[in-house]
C-alpha cells in the first residue's frame, strides 16, 4: 500500500514534465514554420525585383511592364545584351571603353581610401598627439556631410590643376580623387574600430623582440587587419563603379570617358515610351554583375569585418 501511494506522485510528477516537453515542442515547431514564412516573404521581396529586371531584358517587345510574372518571356533572347555590349547609346562608345573608365575610378578609389584610410586610423587608435579628439570630430562631421553639397568646391579646387592641355577636373584621375575625399571619413572611422580591437599587447611583445613601428605595423596591424580592410576596399569599389554625380558634372567633354553610371541615365528618354526598356534592364545587369562577383570574393572578410569592426567606434 506505501508503494502504490509513493508512486502516485511520481507518476504525476513524470506526466506533467511529459505535458510541458510537448508543449515546448509544440511551441518550438510554431516558432520554426514562422520563421520560414517570414525568410520565404523576404526571399521573395529581395528576388521579385531581379525577376522582374531580368524578364524585362530578355522580352524584345521592349516594354517596362512585362504580362505576368514569367521569368522568360515570349520570344526572349539575348539581343539586348548583345547590343549594349557593342554600343549601348547613340555615343561612338562601347561597352568595354565605359567598364573601363568605371573600373579605373574604383580602383582608384579602393587602392586611396584604404592606404591612406588604415594610416590615418592606426595613427587615431594607437597614437596619442595634439588635436587628436579634434580631427577625429571633424572626420566625423565631413563623414555626416553629403556627397552632393561638395560638388561645388570640388569642381572649383579642381579645376585650378591644369598641366598644359590636361585638366584634373575633366579627368577620371579628378573624378577618383573627388570620390576618394568622401570615401576616406567612412574609412577611416571604419578601420579605427577595428583596430581597437586588436591587442595591444601584440605590439608591446614584438616591440620588446625589437621591432620598430613600421615593423610592427606592416607584419602585425596589416595581417590581422584583413578582414577590414576588405570590407573598407569593397566600398571603395562600389562608391567608385556606380559614382554618378561627380562624373555627370566633372566628365562634359569626350563621351569616351564617360563612366557607366553616365551612360545608363543617358538611356532614359523624355517620356517612359522613348526609353529602350529592354536594353536598360540589360545594361543595369551587366553593372551590377562586377560587384555582385567582388562580394562574393570578399564575402567571408566582409562578414568578420562589419561584425567586430563595430565593436567600438
Same mark, same amino acid.
Given at each position: ?168 577636373? #575633366?579627368?577620371?584621375?579628378? !573624378? +577618383? %580623387?573627388? /570620390?576618394?575625399?568622401?570615401? $576616406? ?7 579605427? &574600430? ?87 534592364? #540589360?545594361?543595369?545587369?551587366? !553593372? +551590377? %554583375?562586377? /560587384?555582385?562577383?567582388?562580394? $562574393? ?7 568578420? &569585418? ?8
Amino acid at each position: 500500500m506505501t508503494s502504490q501511494v509513493g508512486a502516485a506522485p511520481s507518476a504525476i510528477s513524470g506526466a506533467r514534465v511529459g505535458t510541458r516537453r510537448r508543449q515546448r515542442s509544440a511551441l518550438t515547431i510554431r516558432r520554426q514554420a514562422l520563421l520560414q514564412i517570414l525568410c520565404l516573404l523576404i526571399t521573395v521581396t529581395v528576388l521579385f525585383p531581379i525577376v522582374w529586371i531580368v524578364s524585362i531584358a530578355l522580352d524584345p517587345r521592349n516594354i517596362a511592364r512585362p504580362d505576368g510574372l514569367n521569368l522568360i518571356p515570349p520570344g526572349a533572347s539575348l539581343d539586348a545584351f548583345a547590343q549594349v555590349l557593342r554600343q549601348p547609346t547613340q555615343n561612338p562608345v562601347s561597352f568595354p571603353q565605359l567598364a573601363f573608365n568605371s573600373l579605373v575610378i574604383a580602383a582608384l578609389v579602393s587602392l586611396a581610401s584604404v592606404s591612406i584610410g588604415v594610416l590615418a586610423a592606426y595613427a587615431f587608435s594607437r597614437l596619442k598627439f595634439r588635436g587628436r579628439e579634434f580631427l577625429m570630430i571633424a572626420v566625423l562631421a565631413v563623414l555626416m556631410l553629403p556627397a552632393v553639397a561638395t560638388i561645388a568646391p570640388l569642381f572649383v579646387s579642381l579645376n585650378k590643376i591644369q598641366v598644359g592641355t590636361f585638366n584634373l577636373r #575633366a579627368s577620371l584621375f579628378g !573624378v +577618383a %580623387l573627388a /570620390v576618394t575625399s568622401g570615401q $576616406l571619413p567612412f574609412a577611416i572611422w571604419n578601420m579605427k &574600430g577595428y583596430l581597437d580591437t586588436i591587442p595591444r599587447d601584440l605590439e608591446e611583445a614584438a616591440s620588446v623582440d625589437g621591432a620598430n613601428r613600421f615593423q610592427i605595423f606592416w607584419r602585425i596591424i596589416l595581417p590581422l587587419s584583413k578582414p577590414v580592410i576588405a570590407v573598407t576596399a569593397f566600398f571603395g569599389f562600389i562608391a567608385g563603379w556606380t559614382e554618378f554625380y561627380f562624373s555627370w558634372m566633372f566628365l562634359t567633354g569626350d563621351p569616351k570617358q564617360w563612366t557607366l553610371a553616365m551612360t545608363l541615365n543617358g538611356m532614359v528618354g523624355q517620356y517612359a515610351g522613348n526609353t529602350p526598356w529592354s536594353q536598360f534592364a #540589360a545594361y543595369a545587369i551587366l !553593372v +551590377a %554583375l562586377p /560587384v555582385s562577383l567582388v562580394y $562574393l570574393y570578399l564575402q567571408k572578410y566582409i562578414i568578420s &569585418g562589419l561584425t567586430i569592426g563595430g565593436v567600438k567606434g
